[in-house]
C-alpha cells in the first residue's frame, strides 16, 4: 500500500468488520438465510422475482399443455433465447450507464443483412463476414459514443435517429431481394441449431464450473481471513456449491434427454459469466456502476467518462449485431423485416424484466440471462397453446409492467431501509 | 482596496510552498468571478479561505482540483509550474478534493467509493481484499464510526459520508488536501471530529485548504486565514493576530462599520501592527 506517512495499525483489533455492535452479524448457514430473509425485507429484491416468475409461467403452462415443459421444448426455448439473450446483455449495458439505446433491433438486421449478402450473394468466406457483420455494430456504437459524449445530444435521440437510419441502411443493403437464405449446411446455422455439448461433454462441464466455482470461493475465504477481513463461511460455499451441482446436474440431464445444451446457448451463457466477471471485478466495470450512479463524481474522481460511455455504447452496438447474426443463424434467413419491432422491444424489456434499473447504476448482467428467459417461454407457451400475436404482445407488456412496479415498489422499500 | 498581511515568523513559513497560486483570474461571460488573486499553502500548514456568498471561494477551489482551467495567473506544485487540466492531473499531482457535495457514488458501497478512480490490483483486475483491508485502515485512522464497507454509501449519515469522502482524499497519498464546506452539515460532535481529522492531517505535513463560512472553525483550526471579496484577495491574517472582528470586516469589506470602529477604540494603535495600504 502506498500510504507511509500514517501511523502503524493496530493489527492486534479483532475483525475489522466487529468494531461496529450495531452491525448485524451473519455467520454460517443460518447466518446466510436470516440476511437474505432482512434484504428481501428491505427490498433488495435482486433477481429473486424473476425467478419466481419463471416457476410461475412454467406452473401455468404446464396446467395448459403438459408437452410445455418436456426435454423437447426446454431447449427449443434456450435456443430461441439467444439472440435475443445477446442483444440483452448489450442493453444492460447502456441501461448500467443510465442511457438507453433504442435501436439494437435495427443494428442487429443490419449486421445479419450485411454478413448474408457478403457471405451469401458474394461468396465471401464466413468469417470475412461474421466480422463485417459484428464490426459494422461496434462502428455504429461508437459513433453513437462520440454524438454523446462529444455534441451532447441525448442517447435517446441519437439511437431513435439509429432506429430509422439503419433500417433504411438495412433495405439498401438487401437491395432488390428482400429475402437471403442461409444454407442450413453453413457452420453458421449449424451452431445454432444443430451443434450441441455431448452428454459425456454436458457432465464434465458441469463440474468443472461447479469445482472452479468451489475453488475460487475458498481462496476467497482464504485470502479475506488473512486480511482479517470477514468471510462467508466454508459450510456456505460447500453448500452453495452443492445446490449448484445438483440444479446444473439435473437441467443439464433433463436437456440431454431431448439434444442438450446447444452450442449457441453455452456461447451466450458464457458471454453472460464473462461479462458479469467484467463488471464486477474490472476497473472498467466499476467505473461503469460509478458514471451510472454519479457522473459528476465520476468525472471528478479522474474516471475519463467519455471513455467508459463511448467504450458501453460501441460494446451494446457489437452485441447487437452479434445477436443478428445469431438470428441469421437460427432463422437462416434475412429479410427486411428481420430486427424490426419485436426484437428492439424484447431486448430492451429482457434487461428491465431482470432487474436493471433504468436510471443507471443498478443490476447485473445475469439481468438479462433470466429477463429474456421469462419473455422466450411466455412467447413459447403462448404459442403451444395457439394464441393470436396480438395476445402474446399485450401479455409482454403487461409482464414489462409488472416487473417494473415490482422494482419501483422495492425501491421504496430501499430508500425507506437506507439499501439505496 | 486594502491587503493586509500579517504574516512573518510562522514555522511553515520557511519552507518552500507545496501549492502556489500568482495571479489567478477568472471570468464566467461577463462575470469576473476571480481577478488577480494570489494563494499559497505550506507543507504542514492549514490554510483557511474565507468570503462571503459569490466571493470566488468555490471558483478558487475548482481551478486548484482541475475542474475549471483558470484564464490567467500562473500554479506551482512544489515550486514547479503546472497547467492542470483536468481533476485526474490534480489528483497525480498530488492535490486531493473533497467537495461540498461530497461527490459520492450512491449505488456503490463504501470500498468502491473510497477507491473510485485509483482503483488497487493489477492491471484492470481489481484487488478487493487490498482495498477492503486499506479501507478499514483510512477509517480507523479518522475514528470513523462506519458499520460496514460494503453497504452503499446511500445508507449512510451525513457525517458517516463527510467521513467517507475525507477518507478518500488521503487514498492517493496526496501532498494538498482542500476541504470545501466540510463541517456545513455536520453536528456538534461531528464538527469537533472533523476538526480533529483536519489537525492529523496538519500532523502528516500535508498542506490543508480549508474553505468554511463558520468563523469558530477556522479560528480553531486554521494556522493562517485569506480573505476573498468581490474575487480579489481582500487581506490575509495570522490566526493568532486575528479577532473575529476583523475577520467578519475583511469579509464584509466594511472596514469602517460599527463593529470594526468600536474595537478600535478598544485596542490601543501599537499593537495593530502591519496594517500597510496596498
Not at chain 1, 415443459?69 to 444492460?92: D, Q
Not at chain 1, 445454432?192 to 455439448?197: I, S
Not at chain 1, 452450442?263 to 451466450?268: N, P
Request: glycine share 10%; proline share 3%.
Amino acid at each position: 500500500m502506498s500510504t507511509t506517512r500514517t501511523a502503524p495499525t493496530d493489527e492486534t483489533a479483532a475483525r475489522a468488520d466487529l468494531i461496529d455492535e450495531r452491525l448485524a452479524q451473519d455467520t454460517g448457514l443460518r447466518g446466510a438465510a436470516d440476511a437474505f430473509r432482512r434484504r428481501v425485507r428491505d427490498g433488495d429484491l435482486g433477481l429473486l422475482p424473476v425467478v419466481v416468475g419463471l416457476f410461475v409461467i412454467g406452473l401455468v403452462f404446464y396446467l395448459q399443455d403438459v408437452t410445455y415443459l418436456s426435454s423437447s421444448n426446454l431447449v427449443n426455448i434456450t435456443l430461441n433465447a439467444v439472440p435475443y439473450g445477446i442483444i440483452a446483455v448489450g442493453v444492460v449495458l447502456v441501461l448500467l450507464l443510465g442511457e438507453i439505446d433504442l435501436s439494437v433491433g435495427s443494428i442487429s438486421g443490419l449486421a445479419g443483412s450485411i454478413t448474408a449478402v457478403l457471405v451469401v450473394q458474394q461468396g465471401q468466406p464466413l468469417v470475412l463476414g461474421l466480422l463485417a457483420g459484428a464490426g459494422t455494430g461496434a462502428v455504429i456504437g461508437i459513433a453513437y459514443g462520440l454524438i454523446f459524449t462529444k455534441i451532447g445530444v441525448p442517447s435517446f435521440v441519437i439511437t431513435l435517429a439509429g432506429l430509422l437510419g439503419f433500417v433504411g441502411l438495412q433495405y439498401v443493403v438487401l437491395g432488390d431481394t428482400g429475402t437471403i437464405n442461409l444454407p442450413r449446411t453453413s457452420p453458421l446455422a449449424q451452431f445454432a441449431r444443430e451443434d450441441f455439448l455431448s452428454p459425456a461433454v454436458s457432465y464434465v462441464a458441469v463440474v468443472v464450473v461447479v469445482v472452479a466455482y468451489a475453488l475460487v470461493s475458498i481462496i476467497g475465504i482464504r485470502r479475506r481471513t488473512a486480511a482479517g477481513l470477514p468471510a462467508q463461511s466454508l459450510t456456505l460455499v460447500l453448500g452453495k456449491s452443492a445446490i449448484m451441482l445438483a440444479g446444473l446436474g439435473f437441467l443439464t440431464y433433463y436437456l440431454n434427454i431431448d439434444r442438450g445444451w446447444g452450442f449457441a446457448v453455452v456461447f451466450f451463457v458464457a458471454l453472460v459469466v464473462v461479462l458479469d466477471l467484467v463488471l464486477r471485478k474490472t476497473t472498467w466495470g466499476r467505473h461503469l456502476y460509478a458514471v451510472g450512479g454519479n457522473v459528476e463524481a465520476a468525472r471528478r474522481s479522474g474516471i475519463n467518462v467519455n471513455w467508459i460511455y463511448i467504450s458501453a455504447f460501441s460494446l451494446t452496438g457489437l452485441l447487437a449485431a452479434t445477436g443478428g447474426l445469431m438470428f441469421l443463424a437460427r432463422l437462416t434467413s434475412v429479410s427486411q423485416a428481420s430486427g424490426s419491432n419485436d426484437v428492439n422491444l424484447t431486448a430492451i424489456a429482457a434487461a428491465v424484466i431482470g432487474g436493471v434499473s433504468l436510471f443507471g447504476g443498478r443490476g447485473s448482467a445475469y439481468s438479462a440471462l433470466l429477463g429474456v428467459l421469462v419473455l422466450t417461454a411466455i412467447n413459447s407457451g403462448l404459442n403451444r397453446i395457439g394464441v393470436d400475436s396480438s395476445v402474446r404482445y399485450i401479455v409482454t407488456g403487461a409482464v414489462l409492467l409488472l416487473a417494473v412496479s415490482i422494482d419501483a415498489i422495492a425501491r421504496r422499500a430501499r430508500a425507506s431501509s437506507g439499501r439505496g | 482596496m486594502s491587503v493586509a498581511t500579517h504574516e512573518s515568523g510562522s514555522p511553515a513559513q520557511t519552507t518552500e510552498p507545496v501549492l502556489e497560486l500568482t495571479g489567478i483570474g477568472k471570468h464566467f461571460g461577463a462575470v469576473q468571478a476571480l481577478a488577480g488573486v494570489d494563494f499559497r499553502v505550506h507543507p504542514g500548514e492549514v490554510v483557511a479561505l474565507v468570503g462571503d456568498n459569490g466571493a470566488g471561494k468555490s471558483t478558487l477551489v475548482k481551478i486548484m482540483s482541475g475542474v475549471y482551467q483558470a484564464d490567467s495567473g500562473r500554479m506551482r506544485v512544489e515550486g514547479r509550474e503546472v497547467h492542470v487540466h483536468s481533476p485526474s492531473a490534480a489528483q497525480s499531482l498530488g492535490i486531493a478534493t473533497v467537495f461540498q457535495d461530497l461527490a459520492l457514488c450512491d449505488n456503490l458501497d463504501v470500498v468502491g467509493n473510497l477507491f473510485l478512480g485509483s482503483e488497487l490490483g493489477s492491471n484492470a483486475w481489481m484487488d478487493e481484499v487490498a482495498m477492503e483491508k486499506e479501507s478499514w485502515r483510512l477509517l480507523r485512522e479518522l475514528g470513523a464510526k462506519i458499520p460496514t464497507v460494503r453497504i452503499p454509501v446511500a445508507s449512510l449519515s451525513g457525517g458517516q459520508r463527510q467521513t467517507v469522502a475525507i477518507a478518500r482524499s488521503l487514498v492517493g497519498s496526496p501532498k494538498v488536501v482542500m476541504l470545501d464546506e466540510p463541517t456545513a452539515a455536520l453536528g456538534v460532535a461531528q464538527t469537533a471530529e472533523v476538526l480533529n481529522l483536519v489537525e492529523r492531517l496538519r500532523e502528516q505535513n500535508l498542506g490543508v485548504v480549508l474553505i468554511s463560512h463558520n468563523m469558530a472553525d477556522v479560528q480553531a483550526v486554521a494556522d493562517r486565514i485569506v480573505v476573498l471579496r468581490l474575487g480579489r484577495n481582500e487581506a490575509e491574517f495570522r490566526t493568532v493576530d486575528v479577532t473575529t472582528e476583523q475577520l467578519v470586516a475583511a469579509i464584509t469589506g466594511a472596514s469602517d462599520n460599527v463593529v470594526a470602529e468600536r474595537h478600535a477604540r478598544r485596542v490601543p494603535p501599537a499593537t495593530e501592527t502591519g496594517e500597510v495600504e496596498a
